[in-house]
């Protein structure tokens, strides 16, 4: 793979530029520039550049709006929901995540229901926020079918990624952000870019056979991780996405979508826990003496370490020639 080096600076300005040469408003392009370079600064590629061509797709379709202006209503003091309007996730966050802060600080936990949104970003952005103003945070979102429930070889799950993150006074917070998939679409995505190959469990071909080709796993289905474990959580996240936000259940968006390669519409629940009200002023005292006997064992790291040590390099990131030269394009 040859690569081409940039600048944070220049990923986040060919973001912006990109989307605001198709359709977007400053806001809505500025929103999505900042998640894209904050992939790329971490190394959660799959989530970063790679993901332009399909922003665009659903800008050019008119899928999405661009120009949306979420709304958020306050319906009680714990429950916040932010109508999309049509719009990219990022914005609708950056609208309800601060409301949702000051609420869970005063109630104790509180909910962000996220609707009439296309996610197509990570998810530790919105529950690192919340860590970082010393909540824990949780969220979920659903896609549109890719995964067979265990026990079957027919696509009716997304990918639903869950993440969880906790905060630590004394350094950078506890963050996962993971596909209930046994993998990520887009990290599928890139092994075939890349011509890799994936591990055993990861899918099934189009005969509903076992697949290491991410080729064939992309005409297939993905499994979700761990067997009927990994089904279970993957169809919590449908429950608390689409049944608790009210949105579409990952069959539903495949149903109603445009077929455009951008993300669906959709629903995303965000869930901000205070531990300073439910477990006392000692909470952190007490979690960080689990979590240096755990860091005292060979081998283990917490969850979100490798992502934080990336992000303390502020230098140039090497970007795929090939997806920029599409980008570049997709910029005239």
């Not at 198709?22 to 809505?28: A, L, S």
């Not at 319906?75 to 950056?94: L, W």
């Not at 629903?267 to 006997?293: L, R």
Request: hydrophobic share 40%; glycine share 12%.
């Amino acid at each position: 793979m040859t690569t081409v080096p940039m600048t944070l600076k220049d990923i986040y300005q060919l973001a912006k530029s990109v989307m605001i040469n198709n359709g977007c408003d400053q806001p809505n392009a500025e929103a999505l520039a900042d998640i894209i370079m904050r992939a790329e600064r971490d190394g959660s590629h799959s989530h970063g550049l790679f993901r332009v061509a399909g922003y665009v797709k659903a800008l050019r379709s008119g899928k999405v709006d661009g120009k949306a202006k979420p709304e958020i209503e306050k319906i009680t003091p714990a429950i916040i929901k932010v109508h999309g309007n049509g719009c990219f996730a990022p914005i609708a966050q950056s609208l309800g995540l601060p409301t949702l802060v000051e609420s869970t600080k005063k109630v104790g936990i509180g909910a962000l229901s996220l609707t009439g949104i296309h996610h197509f970003a990570a998810l530790w952005p919105e529950t690192e926020y919340l860590a970082d103003n010393g909540l824990v945070g949780i969220a979920c979102t659903a896609y549109m079918p890719s995964v067979a429930p265990a026990g079957s070889k027919t696509a009716l799950f997304g990918t639903n990624p869950i993440s969880f993150a906790w905060p630590r006074r004394e350094g950078t917070p506890i963050v996962y952000d993971m596909a209930t998939a046994s993998m990520a679409m887009g990290d599928v995505q890139i092994a075939l870019r890349d011509g890799q190959i994936l591990p055993e469990g990861t899918g099934l071909n189009a005969e509903g056979e076992p697949s290491i080709d991410p080729a064939e796993i992309i005409k297939g289905v993905l499994l979700p991780f761990g067997g009927y474990k990994g089904s279970a959580i993957s169809l919590m996240v449908e429950l608390l996405a689409a049944g608790l936000t009210g949105e579409q259940f990952s069959y539903e968006a495949k149903e109603n979508d445009n077929g455009d390669g951008g993300p669906p519409r959709g629903g995303e629940i965000i869930i901000g826990i205070s531990p300073d009200i439910i477990a006392g002023p000692k909470w952190n005292e007490h979690v960080k003496n689990f979590t240096d006997k755990m860091l005292a064992m060979e081998g283990v790291r917490l969850p979100g370490a490798r992502r934080h040590q990336n992000r303390l390099n502020t230098g140039i990131r090497e970007i795929d020639k090939n997806l920029l030269k599409t980008i570049h394009e997709l910029n005239s």
